[in-house]
Nanobody, 116 residues
């Protein structure tokens, strides 16, 4: 069983930056992909960013050019650097680890609020 623990959320003004971290209890190299999702009340969960074990990355159109996902295999940690934040980025951000057999592990989520 793998545990994922997110940190780094909080309140930030529009235009500001935050860096989210997702620390795994096991090796993240075992997973096909590490993902960041976000969800707001009444909306479907949205895939924000993905990084595969090969280093390939994918982003939602709404965050391209502003968010960057990265991984540190030695620390078993995945990061989401969020710049130029907008009020519409406000959500609970959750870390996801997906196996080759498409089994998902989830963190508990961290709140990001973008407001003046």
């Amino acid at each position: 069983q793998v545990q994922l623990v997110e940190s780094g959320g909080g309140l930030v003004q529009p235009g500001g930056s935050l860096r989210l971290s997702c620390a795994a209890s096991g090796s993240i190299s075992n997973f096909y992909a590490m993902n960041w999702y976000r969800q707001t009340p009444g909306k479907q969960r949205e895939l924000v960013a993905q990084i595969t074990r090969y280093g390939s990355t994918n982003y939602a159109d709404s965050v391209k050019g502003r968010f960057t996902i990265s991984r540190d295999n030695a620390k078993n940690t995945v990061y989401l650097q969020m710049n130029s934040l907008k009020p519409e980025d406000t959500a609970v951000y959750s870390c996801n680890a997906r196996t080759d057999l498409v089994y998902d592990y989830w963190g508990q989520g961290t709140q990001v609020t973008v407001s003046s």
